[in-house]
Each structure stands twice: as structure tokens, then as C-alpha cells.
């Protein structure tokens, strides 16, 4: 199977109070832009989180694909808290009508570092936790670190903790290359460094001076990326997204214009 793209809601999530139950449009939306699937995080469901039955058949009509799905949650303590587990739970349960999906992973970034060991080691145990109980019901996970100033894994540093600590049984890696850059770190050195863990990516582009902007017009090399994994073989998918201004005022202009640099820097 070939490299499939598709696009991530929160470009539309910046703006979340006024799309936050706008997902069906969205969705056409992505159709226009020539995405195959999406990748919601869970606030984004709105009127399917009760319903995937409705989801699936609202996908089928749009010849769209759910290719992941990402839970983000604190994850602040040793285990998991009770609420945690259930919204987990629930989500596990959520995607055994889309077999084939990833469950991604984003921890909920924090105000500082303060105790990173201590919060990284919680963070993984969690996860770990998770995944085990989602790779029982055959699915996919993946976790995704982020880069805000909170974050407890955004350095290389912290990318070689996060990788020895997670359980590569149950768990891979979603690098997104914008989040890699925001760290400081050359996303595509990261990418041949954890390709082996590669199970989901997400695409997005920053300037030299730490700008997020429309894809293209950055700093990173994502056609050289595309390249690579597809010399080594990643035949999973790259959810597109943007966190620029622009993205924030108007997401479907800029998922529009996203949609023609794929089409035309990578031929899809």
C-alpha cells in the first residue's frame, strides 16, 4: 500500500469554539482539498463522538477514510485516573467499528518542566497502559510528541527517553515534523534515527525564526522526507496540517492551498 495523505483537524481546533461540532463540513472540506482520510483529535467528533456508525457511513459517502484518531489527555499521574481510563476506554471502543485506524497519543502540554522525570516517566506509563489494552483489541497506537514550552518532550533529550520508555509491543512513534523543528531538532534526522517505530505522521511547516506557516513555505524538507520513507517503506499515512495565523482566521483557505502543495510536491 502506498503512502496515503490526509489532514488534521486542528487547524480547524485553533478556532475550536466555532468548529467544534463542524466536523461533517470539515470533512468536505478535506474531500476538496483531495485528502483521503482525516485525523480528528476526540474534542473534534462533535456529532459523532456517540455515534460511529454515522461517522463511517458519512465517510463512505465522501470517499474518505478515518486514518487515525488522536486522544489526548494530562496524564499527570502515576496511572491512570479513573477518568482517563474510561475516556480511553471509550475511544478503544469507538474505533472497532474502523479497523485500521491509528489511535494517536498527545499528552496535554503543561506550564513548564519542572519534575521532567518524574512527569515523563507518568506520561509513559500511561500511554503504555493504554496501548497495551488497545493492541488486545487489534489496534494500532502511536504517540506523538509536541513542542510547546510545557511540553515534557520536545529535545532530543527527551525523544531518546520517550522511545526506550515507551513499549514498542503495543506502542509506535508519530513524529510531526513541525513539532521536531520546534524542538530544535532536524526532523529529518529524527525520521531516519526512529523510522523502525514509525507507525503515523503529521506534516507541518515552520520558518527560520520558529513561524509556523502554510506548507511550502518553511524551512523543512518535507519532500525529502517523503522520499525517505518511502525508500525505507512506510506505507502509512501523513495527516497535513497548519497552525499559522492565517490557519486560525480562515482553516478551509488554508487546508485548500495545503491540498495543491501536496498534489504537487508529492504527487498525490
Known amino acids: 500500500m502506498a503512502i496515503r495523505f490526509g489532514f488534521q483537524t486542528y487547524t480547524w481546533q485553533m478556532s475550536y469554539d466555532r468548529y467544534r461540532d463542524e466536523l461533517p463540513a470539515i470533512l468536505d472540506v478535506i474531500r476538496e482539498a483531495g485528502g483521503a482520510g482525516v485525523e480528528p483529535e476526540v474534542c473534534m467528533l462533535g456529532p459523532y463522538r456517540h455515534d460511529p456508525q454515522r461517522l463511517r457511513e458519512d465517510l463512505g459517502g465522501k470517499g474518505l477514510t478515518l486514518g487515525a484518531l488522536c486522544l489526548a489527555l494530562p496524564w499527570l499521574h502515576e496511572r491512570e485516573t479513573e477518568e482517563e481510563r474510561l475516556e480511553a476506554d471509550s475511544i478503544v471502543d469507538f474505533l472497532q467499528v474502523f479497523p485500521g485506524t491509528v489511535l494517536t497519543f498527545v499528552q496535554l502540554p503543561g506550564q513548564d518542566r519542572r519534575d521532567l522525570s518524574e512527569r515523563q516517566a507518568r506520561v509513559i506509563a500511561c500511554v503504555n497502559a493504554v496501548a497495551q489494552r488497545a493492541h488486545a483489541q487489534g489496534i494500532v497506537c502511536a504517540y506523538h510528541p509536541n513542542s510547546p514550552a510545557g511540553s515534557v518532550f520536545r529535545t532530543k533529550e527527551d525523544y531518546k527517553v520517550l522511545m526506550d520508555g515507551l513499549d ?96 504537487e510536491a508529492f504527487g498525490s
Open 168 to 263: 514498542s509491543r503495543y506502542c509506535g512513534y508519530a513524529p510531526d515534523t513541525g513539532h521536531i523543528a520546534g524542538g530544535g531538532m532536524d526532523a529529518h534526522d529524527i525520521f531516519r534515527t526512529y523510522r523502525s517505530a514509525i507507525r503515523h505522521v503529521h506534516f507541518k511547516d515552520r520558518n527560520a525564526a520558529g513561524q509556523w506557516t502554510a506548507m511550502g513555505e518553511g524551512c523543512i524538507d518535507h519532500p525529502r522526507i517523503v522520499r525517505e520513507l518511502r525508500d525505507f517503506g512506510y506505507d502509512g499515512w501523513i495527516m497535513v496540517e497548519e497552525e499559522s495565523a492565517a490557519a486560525e482566521a480562515d482553516p478551509d483557505r488554508v487546508t485548500l492551498q495545503n491540498g495543491v502543495y501536496v498534489r
